[in-house]
């Protein structure tokens, strides 16, 4: 072997190293969860308002995501909202949600990967508990909550999320009490509001903008230890 190809042979030998080393610390700054805060608006849609983005009030909160894979999470998300609308007195819902979320793409900042990217839309679906959403209420009320959204990887470890989500509750008893100022019929609104429409159960929505921080580092899962692993 002479030295020109001696010489080209180190260098690709120290190209593949650098690759490969690399690659693995990709693997070794993924995380398992990410935890932030969010805020956006909320409006209510039932019987009392049947417009979209009307009567719109502040929210915030936090969320907690915890990541099977690139595509699967678990997310549980605390939120306050006031909520307010035609004859209906405002005031501040606490809203407790535990969802399943699926990635349209494999989520991560890694340029070796064919298809994976820094952004994703998803979608999600579970179980929401809310209280203060009458007077005098003695148990939170159960509901399902819904929506889509838009994660975005700022750097390796900070997220952005925009997302659209909507509760929606067994019951539809948003707008108070009746007429007879009693609450023992929390299905009518106090002015007599009672119209019929698609979403009749009330629907809590809102558009949000949050901010996350991954952690929870995972095991190096790189190929040498996958190898040994097999071996």
């Not at 070794?28 to 805060?37: P, T, V």
């Amino acid at each position: 072997m002479n030295s020109k190809r001696f010489k080209l042979f180190l260098i690709c030998i120290f190209a593949l190293s650098i690759v490969r080393a690399t690659a693995q610390n990709y693997n070794k700054d993924e995380y398992k969860a990410e935890i932030g805060a969010i805020g956006g608006i909320n409006y209510y849609i039932g019987d009392a308002n049947q417009q979209l983005f009307k009567y719109n009030q502040p929210t915030f909160g936090g969320l907690f995501r915890y990541r099977f894979d690139k595509r699967l999470a678990l997310r549980t998300e605390l939120t306050m909202a006031t909520v307010a609308a035609a004859g209906i007195k405002s005031n501040m819902v606490f809203a407790g949600d535990i969802c399943g979320e699926f990635n349209f793409f494999d989520l991560e900042q890694n340029p070796y990967k064919k298809y994976s990217k820094t952004y994703s839309p998803y979608i999600f679906g579970g179980l929401t508990l809310m209280t203060d959403v009458y007077d005098q209420q003695a148990l939170p009320v159960a509901g399902i909550a819904f929506g889509v959204g838009l994660k975005v990887k700022l750097n390796k470890r900070l997220n952005l999320n925009v997302q659209w989500s909507n509760r929606q509750m067994f019951a539809d008893n948003l707008e108070g009490t009746s007429k007879s100022g009693t609450t023992s019929d929390p299905l009518n609104n106090y002015q007599g509001l009672n119209g019929s429409n698609i979403l009749n159960n009330d629907l809590l929505s809102s558009f949000t903008v949050g901010i996350t921080w991954d952690f929870w580092k995972k095991q190096c899962d790189c190929m040498n230890t996958n190898y040994k692993k097999r071996r």
